[in-house]
């Protein structure tokens, strides 16, 4: 049986116009409008297009969006005074420095700049510890996204084999610390691991996160195991022009899997919408408020 499709873009929209009813709630119950900063450095086409369709997003849901482009020659310690202001700022609740940045500004030094309550990319250290240790944490955006779509597509998570292939700071780890947060049983694979598509077919949920058109094929896959494809390659076509791809061979692991997200429409979109659920989570936190039900890990 051929597997279900997660639409990823239709989850998305649900994800967003949950975002904005809770926004409209704090706007007219609480008189606090959430507000995301996205800071960019330098001219990076492919940032600069990530940056206007989140402050476009944002605006979309209502919420306040300010966006900071800074000339590539900005300085490590104007752009920390930047953070400092923005961390101090009463009407800001999310900050974003879209990355990467110049090569004479210290990535690390940036994040860990960043108010850790206000830190909706969920990259500061606090963050990684916090989540880490099981506790209330701001959450990778990605992860987050991936973890939503396996709730809505399997209900309750426990006890179900989990494999996710990729180990990056910014999505495999925190995927498996999300995982086993809903108490899977995780393995971390990476480019080290013996015998990758054997243990990967031990998976009942599979976390493709790795940067490699079309790695995994349907001989790695449980049957009726579910599929999320994080990774996002541009191949050549033969025709010409070229396309994205996912770390998955969509169309033979489909005839395997119970349930798979494609690419593009999968992962993707959720990401976005759900650094608008960050920044309403960070809000209702600053507030004292319960945070928004289905918008947290
Ligand atoms: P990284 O390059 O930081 O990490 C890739 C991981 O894959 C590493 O842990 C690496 O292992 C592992 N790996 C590489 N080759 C193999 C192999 N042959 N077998 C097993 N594991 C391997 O990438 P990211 O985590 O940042 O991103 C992964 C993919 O997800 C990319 O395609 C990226 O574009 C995409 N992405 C998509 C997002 C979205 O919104 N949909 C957001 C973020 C990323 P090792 O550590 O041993 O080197």
New binding site residues.
Partial sequence: MAATVIDGKAFAAKVRERVKAHVTRLVEEHGVMPGLAVVLVGENPASEVYVRSKGKATREAGMKSVEHKLDAATSEADLLALIGELNRDETIHGILVQLPVPDHIDADKVLAAIDPAKDVDGFHISNVGLLGTGQKAMVPC?PLGCLMMLREELGSLSGMEAVV????N???KPMAQLLLKDSCTVTI?????RD?PGVVRRADIVVA????PN?VTSEWIKPGATVID????RIEKPEGGTRLVG?VDYEDVAKVAGAITPVPGG??PM?IACLLANTVTACCRKLGLAEPEGLTA
Avoid at 189 to 193: E, I
Avoid at 230 to 233: E, F
Wanted: charged share 15%; glycine share 18%; net charge positive.
């Fill in positions: 990605t292939i990729g180990r990056s910014i999505v495999g694979a990476h480019s080290r691991t990758l996160a790795v940067g490699r790695m994080v990774g996002i390659n770390d992962v993707g990401t």
